[in-house]
């Protein structure tokens, strides 16, 4: 049996209650994802759980764990997407400006 890091785990969840068959794990805390109508993603999460676009650094889904730094260790089993996307975890990188 494969050993998969919480975050691994996580987007597996994830992947799975969106529906998408196609994912490959492709690091510690991220996957790379074709849905059924041949878009690429690539996913990866914050220390709560939420699942962000990784090319673009937004907000996809909000997990439904509390977000208060002493309740990590909470692991979100459903998420809830973004209506509009708007929070980035990119900020000075000079190629990925937004």
């Given at each position: 049996m494969?050993s998969?890091?919480p975050?691994?785990?996580?987007?597996?969840?994830?992947?799975n209650?969106m529906?998408y068959?196609?994912?490959?794990?492709?690091?510690?805390?991220?996957?790379?994802?074709i849905?059924?109508?041949y878009?690429?993603?690539h996913?990866?999460i914050?220390?709560?759980?939420?699942?962000?676009?990784?090319?673009?650094?937004?907000?996809?889904?909000?997990g439904d764990?509390?977000?208060?730094?002493?309740r990590t260790y909470?692991l979100p089993t459903?998420?809830i997407?973004?209506e509009?996307?708007?929070?980035?975890?990119?900020t000075?990188?000079p190629?990925?400006?937004?």
């Open positions: 494969e998969r890091t975050a691994q785990r996580i987007l597996l969840l994830y992947c209650q529906g068959k196609d994912v490959t794990l492709t690091g510690a805390a991220n996957a790379r994802v849905t059924d109508d878009h690429l993603l996913l990866t914050n220390i709560y759980g939420d699942i962000f676009d990784q090319d673009t650094g937004r907000m996809i889904a909000e764990t509390s977000h208060d730094l002493l909470e459903e998420w997407p973004v509009q996307p708007g929070l980035s975890i990119v000075d990188h190629e990925r400006r937004l």
